[in-house]
């Protein structure tokens, strides 16, 4: 008991040091957008401080065309209005592939995360740091823990009215769904009925459902204005996961002082850039290091938006519920916590909310698992994701010492048994 009380007392210390870097961070360098220079220069600040902890310390460039991951959202309201001119014109064929052409870049670029048409948007540079802590005997296993200290571009659309977000994405994409499945049932009226268009040749209930069609452009083309251009603060969305990585270092580094060194754990502390633009930057990482870092017995522990206490989750799928994490690995993680008097839970994320970097290394075959602490799905989510309002004020500090505690427990508790 005395022993977890201390080690409550040294995660409230890191907690609050944690918090104070990201105020400072955002203080000099603000939102965070890949490939800006504020995100080269925070990583350049993070990499400094991570260098006085670790064995080790990298930088590692990747390339990234961030406007791409959402392209999708404009490209779709674009094709709207043309589909529906070629519906009237008596083509409902050609509606028919545009309209599917633009659900294909949505599956394929947000469901499944894959790089579709990032070549025909600009180019940028996305940085990755990493420190490398080894262990004093052989290595035996890796932890990696990361956060990501790129910043997400302003919700427009929920910052202008949180009531309405959800029921004009959700109209927009109904109403793309119902002009494919009309431009579906004309292109079949045609191939077997060979009708053409005329007014005397469309069945009344038809014409109808062109005019209603027509009429959905109006909420199809509110999606336009889904995101802005500017940067989000991105305090806890997702700068003090990557500062807690810091103060990770630091705890390892001072135990190895005194005597306490890990035996057979490698540690790598990482904060990934390009999150908020697809995993383009863990996904590089994975990619790069699942023959060397990534070899042998190893475990993702990821932090993603520390807003409430009260939601401590950890999750064991991602990517929209396509990609599943540990289970075991969540389920060890909700019983340290809970050994230590915390609340936390362990559950799938929910479809159509994204995905957090523990999705790159799931797919490679590695054990991971991602805390969150705000409700994450598409009716609850904290008012300041994704907003101007995520400040280091929103972050609660108490969710941050708790991570922070669990994080420890977890690496040393691998490295006990």
């Known amino acids: 008991m005395a022993r977890v009380k201390m080690q409550k007392l040294k995660a409230s210390k890191m907690a609050q040091q944690a918090i104070d870097r990201v105020a400072l961070l955002i203080e000099m360098f603000g939102p965070r957008l890949v490939g800006d220079e504020a995100t080269d220069r925070t990583s350049d600040s993070l990499h400094e401080e991570l260098s006085s902890s670790c064995d080790s310390v990298y930088k590692e460039q990747f390339e990234v065309h961030p406007d791409a991951f959402l392209g999708w959202i404009r490209l779709m ?55 490398v802590i080894e262990p004093q005997e052989e290595v035996l296993q890796t932890v990696i823990y990361s956060g990501h200290h790129d910043s997400a571009k302003v919700f427009s659309l929920f910052v202008n009215n949180r009531q309405t977000y959800l029921p004009k994405v959700i109209s927009a994409l109904l109403s793309y769904a119902f002009l494919t499945l009309l431009s579906l049932i004309e292109t079949f009226r045609q191939l077997f009925q060979g009708t053409f268009f005329s007014f005397g040749s469309v069945p009344a209930v038809i014409l109808v459902l062109y005019i209603l069609g027509t009429a959905a452009t109006y909420a199809v083309s509110l999606l336009w204005f889904f995101e802005g251009k500017e940067g989000s603060p991105g305090a806890g969305d997702n700068l003090i996961a990557s500062s807690i990585g810091v103060e990770l270092a630091s705890y390892f ?61 950890f999750l064991t799928s991602d990517q929209n519920n396509r990609v599943p994490l540990s289970q075991q690995m969540a389920t060890d993680c909700v019983n340290i916590a809970k050994s230590m008097g915390y609340e936390a839970k362990s559950r799938k994320i929910a479809f159509l909310t994204g995905a957090t970097d523990a999705a790159e290394s799931a797919k490679r075959g590695i054990e991971a698992t991602t805390l969150i602490a705000m409700p994450w799905n598409n009716s609850e989510r904290s008012e300041v994701y994704h907003t101007p309002d995520d400040t280091v004020e929103q972050i609660d500090e108490v969710a941050v010492e708790q991570t922070v505690s669990i994080a420890i427990r977890f690496i040393e508790r691998l490295d006990t048994d």
């Open 77 to 131: 309201v674009l094709s709207y209005p043309v589909a529906v001119v070629m519906l009237w014109l008596s083509q409902p064929y050609l509606s028919l592939i545009l309209l599917c052409g633009g659900i294909g870049i949505m599956v394929t670029e947000f469901f499944s995360y894959r790089e579709t048409i990032d070549r025909f948007y600009p180019k940028k540079t996305g940085t990755n740091i990493y420190g």
């Open 253 to 313: 580094r001072q135990k190895r002082m005194q005597g306490e060194a890990l035996k057979h754990t490698r540690v790598i502390i990482a904060s990934f850039d390009g999150e908020e633009a697809g995993l383009r930057g863990s996904r590089d990482f994975f990619s790069r290091h699942i023959d060397d870092l990534c070899s042998g017995k190893t475990y993702h522990f990821n932090v993603d938006c520390l807003y409430d206490r009260s939601h401590m989750t």
